[in-house]
């Protein structure tokens, strides 16, 4: 089953503009994980975020994490058309990484 | 980063024949893999927990005896559609943590596109 809830489902910007995804998810976690999927390839890990944290930048990438409210945004900045891909959260439970997707978002950067 | 290596990348095969993937974790150890299937513009969902030198685990709804699993090694895994369908096409990708290792990235092979005709 699907724990995690990414909105928007789709989300078109500007080369230079900044793109937030959300995530939602139901149950207690262990981590949240960002990925990036290009079309019909594998997963690339973007950022992992442990439940006792609430916030971590990795490059152009910032994470939050609100287990209060069981959400997580990512925010690229300054995005490129490069950065034009699938992006999916994923949460964590549980020993051995056993991750649990949304649904995912597709993010398209306009040159 | 650790590196996983997923075999082959793409497949056609016939309706009724069978399809081994193979998953290969190529610079650690994985006591555990995962495997996922993805349906076009659709998220990835866990079919089963493999398990080296034991019985894989298998989520709810995917048929153990159509999609069988050997983890016979800490560094490989397969998959094996049986009596592959065109339903069955997909993309499926295999995942593997490190061991012993909590809140840490899965690494992720490259996927394989089956295509049955």
């Known amino acids: 089953s699907q724990q995690g809830e990414e909105d928007p489902q789709a989300l078109s910007i500007q080369e230079g503009e900044n793109a937030t995804m959300n995530c939602s998810y139901k149950?207690?976690?262990?981590?949240l994980q960002w990925y990036r999927q290009n079309s019909g390839r594998g997963l690339v890990h973007l950022i992992l975020i442990r439940s006792n944290e609430r916030e971590k930048h990795s490059g152009r990438l910032r994470v939050t994490l609100d287990t209060s409210k069981k959400s997580s945004s990512l925010l690229i900045t300054a995005s490129r058309a490069a950065d034009t891909a699938s992006y999916f959260c994923a949460t964590g439970t549980g020993a051995n990484s056993k991750l649990t997707f949304g649904k995912g978002i597709t993010l398209s950067v306009r040159p | 980063g650790a590196v996983v290596s997923q075999h082959p990348s793409w497949v056609i095969c016939k309706s009724g024949t069978s399809v081994k993937i193979e998953c290969r974790s190529l610079?650690?150890?994985?006591?555990?893999m995962f495997w996922y299937r993805q349906f076009p513009k659709q998220s990835l969902m866990l079919m089963a927990t493999?398990?080296?030198?034991?019985?894989?685990?298998?989520e709810q709804g995917v048929e153990k005896d159509k999609f069988l699993i050997n983890h016979a090694s800490l560094t490989l895994s397969t998959l094996t559609v049986t009596s592959a369908h065109p339903e069955d096409s997909s993309f499926y990708i295999c995942s593997a943590p490190q061991t012993g290792a909590l809140n840490t990235e899965a690494f992720f092979g490259q996927g394989t596109r089956l295509t049955v005709v």
């Open positions: 493999s398990n080296e030198g034991s019985k894989a685990t298998y």
């Open positions: 610079d650690f150890q994985a006591t555990t």
């Open positions: 149950t207690s976690i262990n981590n």
